[in-house]
């Protein structure tokens, strides 16, 4: 029997056992595993956090070519900061309330799930999930990590993380591993008292914690001098970790100490704050830590993931890039750093604020942000991505505690003529250190960086541009406006043995500084690879229903009725989906106008395929 044979046969024998839906999935899934690398399965790719691909069907030779095949907007505005993650047949996005199951492919929405909160939220911003054993898991607003059925969007199970009353949420995108569910809080700024915790991935049962402002008899309690502040003084989370999973350690970044500016109000090192924290994964057992900066009064959190290799000497490194605008590397054996090297304009001395105010190069919303290095094996090169905004900032010691307060010890002087952020893009030696190439951006790049087997580095700019790089030379191979600040993750995978890009456009946060535009994924790939739902003039029904949800059922309600006098379930029989198109586009009444002007080629196929399922489906 052949295997084209035996292969169906599997398959009908399995139809007889399983829903069809899951058969579907897992047809799909053998299809993404049949090419290496296929699946983008973490924040960052793999557990140690290198976002490297090995798929080599874009490269430099052929980059400029790319095209976009879809694109699907997420929101009507607000944050877009999302890591991507694609597994099967879904790719997987967050936004604050929202998570989505997406079609890799057509960026159709195969499900929806929305988040309604308990409490007040903090800070309103999420930044992606993570996937196991046919799971996702995300943190929440007011301080929640939920786990939701990869297939369905069904909620699972959610844990309480923290206390939304006194700032307490999940920005940052858990890790799974070995039944772990790892996470950690945010809002330092609000006077937390930062942690990472372990949940158990089936129940939701706590594991373990770890606290990282130390108190009392832990280690590292004697670095807060009388422990005033300990209590509460920040040591957040705010993007991923990093695991080896072959020394069962995780690696996690922490943010700075608080308050901000006032280092007097909290004499000594202020451990774990500004660190690189190396914990056991099974227990939560301290191993190591490595400390950009102790006692920081510049704001200069460790905000991205570290990332894990091995150099041309076959040693292990970690490297990590913080808010101070350096690339730090460090051995992981001796804990001792390599070498130090500047991807952003930094202060060749730094600088001690005073109440007077002093300049300080990078800022408090400079350097390296929630999207770390990128590592390609091949060419042993570290690639960043960082801001370049420089501040004058004040010092006011004598801060008081208040629960949900910003403690900032201080304040942000204003220039009269300070520059516009910038951006940059540098390649880094893995082994030396020395500077291969930089790229000047116009705007702050924040977006993921992803470098490829077919030498070629990805990432995206605050003005909304998608850069392509060739990884050797730093020249640019393409540069494609998308319309909205890339923020987020920048990812490649492969379906039906064709390689695709996909990436968010569309943010606002306090970082945006640039091209804000609606919160959206773009997928891109080669000419032929599929046809672009963008460019289909053929209204699609299916997909108007899910845009309908989105955009239209707040109003008039699921089923189009809620409307006294103004049924939607009428609306076929008065005019054609061309002229509900038309009245769409210029509504009168009422009715707001819900599509911008001038409108966008993807603006005109959502209100096609809108019409197409209210005067089609919704009878």
């Known amino acids: 029997m052949n295997w084209s044979v035996r292969k169906q046969c599997a398959l009908s024998l399995l139809c007889l056992v399983a829903p069809c839906a899951t058969l579907a999935a897992a047809e799909a899934a053998s299809q993404a595993s049949a090419i290496i690398g296929g699946d983008w399965e973490a924040y960052n790719k793999t557990l140690d956090g290198q976002r490297f691909s090995p798929l080599s069907e874009i490269n430099a030779s052929n980059a400029a070519n790319l095209v976009e095949v879809c694109r699907v907007r997420l929101a009507r505005r607000g944050s877009l900061q999302s890591g991507l993650v694609v597994i099967g047949d879904a790719l997987f996005a967050t936004t604050p309330t929202e998570t989505f199951a997406i079609d890799p492919v057509t960026c159709h929405i195969k499900w929806q799930h929305t988040y309604h909160r308990s409490q007040a939220p903090g800070l309103q911003v999420n930044r992606g999930v993570a996937y196991l054993n046919g799971r996702v898991f995300r943190g929440t607003d007011d301080a929640r990590l939920l786990a939701l059925d990869a297939e369905t969007g069904r909620e699972i199970w959610t844990s309480i993380v923290g206390d939304p009353t006194i700032g307490e949420y999940v920005a940052s995108a858990p890790v799974a591993w070995n039944g772990l569910v790892i996470v950690g809080l945010s809002g330092g700024e ?71 500016f006032a280092p007097t109000d909290r004499p000594g090192a202020n451990l774990f704050t500004n660190s690189a924290l190396v914990l056991d994964a099974r227990t939560g057992e301290l191993r190591w830590w490595y400390q950009l900066q102790a006692n920081d009064d510049h704001d200069h959190d460790l905000a991205a993931a570290p990332v894990l290799f091995r150099n041309a000497q076959h040693e292990n490194m970690m490297a990590a890039a913080g808010k101070d605008g350096l690339l730090h590397v460090v051995d992981r054996a ?133 850069l392509v790089f060739d990884s050797d030379s730093g020249k640019i191979l393409r540069k494609q406006a998308t319309g909205g600040a890339i923020a987020g993750g920048v990812v490649t995978y492969a379906r039906g043995g064709k390689q695709y890009v996909a990436f968010t456009s569309g943010n606002v946060s306090p970082t945006a500084f640039g091209s804000v535009g609606q919160p959206s994924i773009v997928v891109m790939s080669l000419p032929g690879n599929a046809t672009s739902s963008v460019t289909n003039t053929r209204p699609d029904a299916a997909r108007g229903k899910q845009l309908y949800a989105q955009l239209c059922a707040g109003c008039h309600g699921p089923d189009g009725d809620r409307i006294a006098g103004k049924s939607l379930k009428s609306v076929a029989s008065r005019m054609s989906a061309e002229q509900l198109a038309a009245f769409i586009v210029s509504p009168s009444g009422t009715m707001p106008s819900i599509f911008p002007d001038p409108r966008t080629r993807e603006d005109e196929r959502d209100i096609r395929d809108v019409a197409a399922f209210v005067t089609t489906l919704l009878k």
């Open 190 to 260: 609000f006077g937390i008292r930062g942690r990472l915790i372990a949940y158990d991935a089936l129940s939701g049962r706590e594991v373990w914690r770890f606290n990282t402002i130390p108190l009392g008899e832990e280690f590292g309690a004697d670095t807060w001098g009388d422990s005033k502040w300990a209590q509460h003084g920040g040591g957040a989370t705010w993007s991923t970790f990093t695991i080896d999973p072959v020394t069962a350690e995780v690696f996690a970044p922490i943010g700075n100490p608080v308050p901000d």
């Open 334 to 466: 001796s804990h001792k750093v390599r070498f130090k090297v500047p991807v952003t304009t930094v202060d060749p001395v730094r600088k001690t604020v005073t109440p007077d105010g002093v300049r300080i190069c990078p800022g408090a919303a400079g350097g390296v942000l929630w999207n770390g290095p990128a590592f390609d094996p091949q060419r042993m090169t570290l690639f960043v991505g960082a801001v370049d905004s420089c501040m004058v900032v004040k010092s006011t010691p004598g801060t008081t505690y208040s629960p949900r307060g910003l403690h900032l010890g201080g304040s942000v002087v204003p220039e009269a003529a300070a520059a516009a952020p910038t951006g940059w893009v540098t390649a880094v030696d893995a082994n030396t250190g020395a500077i291969r190439w930089k790229y000047r951006s116009e705007t702050p790049v924040i977006g993921g960086v992803t470098a490829t087997a077919g030498g070629i580095v990805m990432t995206g700019d605050n003005a909304g541009n998608f």
